[in-house]
Structure formats: structure tokens, C-alpha cells
């Protein structure tokens, strides 16, 4: 199921903060500090804007995907779980 790729994706970044591996990217982005992690939201939020408004499909997905490792990699990096942003969107939902 897809699910499945969402929760993989959570756990190789959780791994990589207690088990750094040596090139990682995501170590990089975990090392670096949320000023790293801002800057990279924000590229990939314009990234995605540039995309809807001009691109094709793919690009759209290709850049919703990059959006959405960087933001579990930003949970991570302050500790919240994904689970939790799960949590909060059931609570939204039906109102």
C-alpha cells in the first residue's frame, strides 16, 4: 500500500538521526540546523508554487515529494513525530 512508502520514509529518517551514515543527506540536513531546514522549506515551497502555476503533472509530484521529505525531516529534527501531524489532521477532519 502507499501508506507503506510514507512510513518507510519516516523510519529511514529516524534511523539516520540515531544512526548517522557517513554522505547522508538527511544526516546533512539533520546536522545543519533548523536555518538549513528553513532555507529548505522555503526552496521547495517555491519550488512547488513555480510547479502549479507553469509545470506539468510530474513536476508537481516530483515537488510535492521533495516538500514533503523535507518537512518530516524538519519534525524529526525538533522531535515531533509524524504520527502526531496524523493525529491533528483527523482531529480537523468533518469539521
Known sequence: ???????NLIFTVRDRKINPVEGSY???LLNEGKNKLIKKIGEETAELIQA????????VISEVSDLVYHLIVTLESKNIKFEDVFIELKRRFGK
Open 1 to 7: 500500500m502507499e501508506t507503506q512508502i510514507l512510513e
Open 26 to 28: 538527511t544526516c546533512t
Open 52 to 59: 502549479i502555476s507553469s509545470e506539468s503533472d510530474d513536476r
